[in-house]
């Protein structure tokens, strides 16, 4: 027999392991005693990550065998880049997807642990700031379970999301360390390092064939390794990769200052390197244009590139560049990794030595971007000055993508010189800036936003002009969430009880939950309304118990369960939440209480450290709060707590138990959300304005089982010229009242004037929120909320109609729309 070669033996097939309860258990206790030199009784998160382990074990042999598959030469892959993955947890997700629940249950239950205790033991990836960070990680888990080839590329960062405390009402900023104890799902892969360059300057040079070539020298480099995470898909055998970035030193150092003596210095300096993946920026939706963050950007843009750009040449045996368009598309999760455009042009022409034109039409063949918000100070633009210095090989290449692109702005629209300065990628007046959301239209065959409306207002309005030329790129991929995590995994209840009248499809098909409609009706299915009720009510439990261990205050079960969490913004107004709140409460104290119903209000979310005005939102709803919860008056009618530390995991429990959804935003502000979304599939009713994704969530469960008020986007828009707060105060004695209990200190008895900037904004006619405007259509609209409570039956039927018509919200759905639009990638099975 022939000896096999090197590469014959890296296919040789790897033994499945087993999975009953009884290996799970042999396993477990392998890597717990001899791997971690723990035993049975240490503490909790050493079981965990000896579980952990037992399952990784388990999704290796399928997670080498669709990296084969996918480097098979003409496999077409997509590259989904982004600044944040807000995964969470992970050990219930692989389980769920591996469907082993109860051979886990069995093996911990023969050693008398707990899984549940055992799974609140894994720390959040909270590698991401919200919605968009959030929504990557739904993306990932639908590409598994589509089967699709994608592959994830972010930054390992030693920090994720600081951890919310409350100190006197206020929030406070704790480091989360989440990799201390180590993250048993990683897998560090050095041979895949890459090299990324900084600062320098660059060299005109003539190559071998005497053409005028850039070369980009003297720079400081740094060093990118690569950590995967295995992506589960659901039922399958695919297990895709989340590849993540962790910077450090070359080993190179500043020979000159060695031989000084400064040996210590010339180490110590290296630090600098590591800084770029330690921390990830807590600001969500407003610029912060610090150099470190434009660090992180470029180097996650140019380690990625670099990357697929290997994986590829190693599928397609050589260099063939025009077919690289063919195999490969990059999908931008917002402007934060569009330097990938400048970058791809780099690598193509001063690397690869292809020409302009052929390295501008791979570029823009393979580049798709998607923009998340409207709001201006969240799009980004850097400063000349600092691209200059940073990268200045990539500002070269973008003042000629620049020239380049005007040249053909003048020849459609001749001697439209105001059109040109809007247009341009470089921004003219006074400092110079890199608008990065108008490279990457420029450099992307496609641009998308995530809601129906959102992406109506693109066009209309901030890309109007890019829309004007190339109106074939626009397109709308409206976002979803995964079922799995957010039904199957958060809600065992319901899902058991929807499995048990429709079958199981629907966890990786969410269309077929519209068969749940057919249950609608009481009268038919009495049963089914009986047991729905029940699993609300065991899930609202679980909530309770969780806002008593966070928060000391009891829910009282039978109360409607009012649930606002999300990024704390103005234009999301949690503000408008405290308003009906105190007018509630102002309603007891005058003892209007006919017809009451009982509320328990949950607010939870955090605030960008350097956002003064979110920071002090989050104090006045602590302190309302406290009256509130501390008025004998008061009692079960009204509770209100600020839920610390708002997370992925937290939102599996409190989606569940929501008996309303809050989606209150400033008509045309939020671009789609998706905590509606996860609200909604667990049955919970909305009360929302006609924005974002709000607007198709009432299409598709119908005007009656929804609580729609407030002025549309473009009413918003009309008013503002002749926005006049005073006047909706004046009109409207709720709204006085609220005011002034407000303005009286009442929340703030020793703590004078420490509202006075909310009070302020509220009543300035330039208020872009228009809070005040909206203030009488959202206390009729929970008016109408609390007359439908008391219909328990029909409110059970709105209930179940709101899951049964959440099948269009499923991230698989969002997959497959931007697969066949725009990534146009073939399905791969793996191991049949
Ligand atoms: C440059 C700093 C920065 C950081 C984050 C600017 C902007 C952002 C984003 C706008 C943050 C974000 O999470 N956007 C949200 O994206 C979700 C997914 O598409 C949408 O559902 C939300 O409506 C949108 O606010």
């Known amino acids: 027999m022939n000896e096999p070669k090197a590469s014959e033996l890296c296919l040789l097939p790897l033994e499945r392991l087993k999975s009953d309860p009884d290996a799970l258990q042999g396993d477990f206790l392998h890597y717990l005693n001899r791997h971690l030199g723990r035993f049975l009784g240490c503490s909790p998160n050493y079981m965990y990550a000896a579980m952990a382990y037992t399952l990784r074990d388990r999704l290796i042999t399928d997670w080498r065998d669709t990296w084969i598959e996918y480097k098979e030469p003409g496999v077409r892959r997509a590259y989904y880049m982004s600044l944040e993955f807000l995964i969470g947890r992970s ?3 692989h389980i769920l997807n591996m469907g ?33 960070g959030r929504l990557a990680a739904c993306f990932i888990d639908s590409c598994a379970t589509l089967q699709l080839p994608v592959i994830g590329y972010g930054i390992r960062y030693e920090y994720g999301m600081f951890r919310q405390k409350l100190l006197n009402g206020r929030q406070v900023e704790e480091p989360d360390h989440w990799l201390r104890d180590g993250n048993p799902w990683e897998l560090e892969r050095p041979e895949y390092t890459q090299r990324i360059h900084f600062g320098g300057h660059t060299e005109i040079y003539k190559d071998e064939r005497g053409r005028n070539r850039v070369r980009w020298v003297d720079t400081n480099d740094v060093l990118a390794i690569p950590y995967d995470l295995p992506v589960s898909g659901y039922g399958n055998n695919t297990v895709n990769t989340l590849r993540l970035w962790k910077a450090t030193t070359t080993d190179e150092f500043n020979l000159d200052e060695f031989n000084a003596g400064s ?6 300096a290296k630090n600098d390197a590591e800084h770029i993946s330690m921390v990830l920026y807590p600001n969500d939706a407003s610029e912060s244009g610090k150099v470190l963050r434009l660090r992180q950007q470029y180097f996650l843009a140019s380690a990625s590139l670099q990357d697929a ?6 599928a397609e045996g050589g260099p063939h560049y ?36 052929d390295a501008w039409n791979i570029t823009t063949a393979c580049m798709a971007y998607t923009n998340h918000t409207l709001l201006p100070e969240a799009l980004e633009k850097w400063p000349v000055a600092i691209f200059k210095q940073l990268l200045p090989r990539l500002l070269e290449i973008i003042y000629e993508i620049n020239a380049r692109f005007l040249e053909k702005v003048a020849m459609k629209w001749p001697g439209d010189t105001e059109r040109l300065r809007r247009m341009s990628i470089i921004e003219e007046n006074g400092e110079q800036y890199v608008r990065m959301a108008y490279l990457a239209i420029v450099g992307s065959f496609s641009v998308n936003g995530v809601a129906a409306l959102h992406s109506q207002l693109l066009v209309d309005g901030l890309f109007r002009d890019f829309h004007a030329l190339w109106p074939e790129k626009f397109n709308n991929k409206t976002n979803g969430v995964t079922p799995r995590r957010w039904i199957a995994h958060a809600n065992p209840k319901m899902t058991g009880l929807i499995s048990s009248q429709i079958g199981e499809e629907w966890i990786s098909d969410l269309t077929r939950i519209a068969e749940l409609k057919a249950y609608a009706d009481e009268e038919e299915h009495a049963e089914f309304h009986e047991a729905w009720r029940e699993v609300k009510r065991e899930n609202k439990k679980r909530l309770a118990a969780l806002v008593k261990k966070e928060c000391g205050i009891d829910f009282p079960l039978d109360s409607l369960f009012d649930i606002q969490v999300k990024r704390i913004h103005e234009y999301k107004r949690q503000l408008l939440n405290v308003l009906h709140l105190i007018h509630l409460y102002s309603r ?54 600020f839920f610390p530390n708002y997370s992925v995991s937290s939102m599996e429990v409190i989606a569940p138990g929501a008996d309303l959804s809050e989606q209150i935003s400033t008509a045309g502000k939020e671009a789609s959300g998706t905590g509606n979304m996860k609200f909604m599939m667990n049955g919970a009713l909305t009360i929302g304005t006609y924005d974002g994704a709000n607007i198709e969530i009432m299409d598709a469960v119908g005007e009656e089982n929804f609580f729609l ?21 004046d009109e409207d004695s709720d709204l006085q009242a ?3 209990l407000l303005e009286s200190g009442y929340f703030n008895a020793r703590e004078p004037g420490i509202f006075n900037n909310i009070i302020n904004a509220m009543k300035s006619p330039s208020d872009p929120w228009m809070t005040l405007a909206d203030f009488r259509s959202y206390v009729d609209a929970q008016q109408r909320v609390n007359e439908a409570w008391h219909y328990k039956h029909a409110w059970t039927r709105m209930s179940i109609l709101n899951t049964a018509c959440s099948g269009f919200f499923s991230t698989d759905r969002t997959m497959q729309q931007y697969n066949e639009k725009i990534w146009k990638l073939d399905p791969v099975t793996v191991g049949e």
């Open 91 to 93: 050990l219930g997700n």
């Open 309 to 314: 750009i290997r994986i590829w040449e190693y």
């Open 263 to 268: 040996y210590t210095e010339a180490v110590a």
């Open 588 to 641: 007891i104290k005058r003892g209007d209480t006919d017809n009451w119903v009982n509320r328990c209000v949950l607010i939870g979310g955090k605030a960008a450290p350097g956002y003064e005005m979110a920071k002090d939102i989050i104090k006045l709803i602590n302190n309302v709060a406290h009256m509130v919860n501390n008025d004998p008056d008061v009692g079960d009618r009204l509770k209100l707590v």
């Open 322 to 357: 025009e077919r690289f368009a063919r195999d490969n598309v990059f999908q931008m999760n917002d402007t934060h990794p569009t330097i990938a455009v400048a970058e791809l042009m780099r690598i193509l022409i001063d690397e690869k030595h292809l020409d302009w034109d």
């Open 738 to 740: 609220v005011m002034q």
């Open 709 to 729: 008020f407030g002025l549309r986007a473009e009413e918003v828009q009309e008013m503002r010229h002749q926005y006049n707060p005073a006047g909706f105060i």
């Open 100 to 132: 082993l629940e109860t051979e886990v249950e069995q093996a911990l239950h023969d050693m008398l642990l707990d899984t549940e205790e055992i799974l609140g033991n894994e720390p959040d990836a909270g590698l991401g700031n919200g919605g968009l």
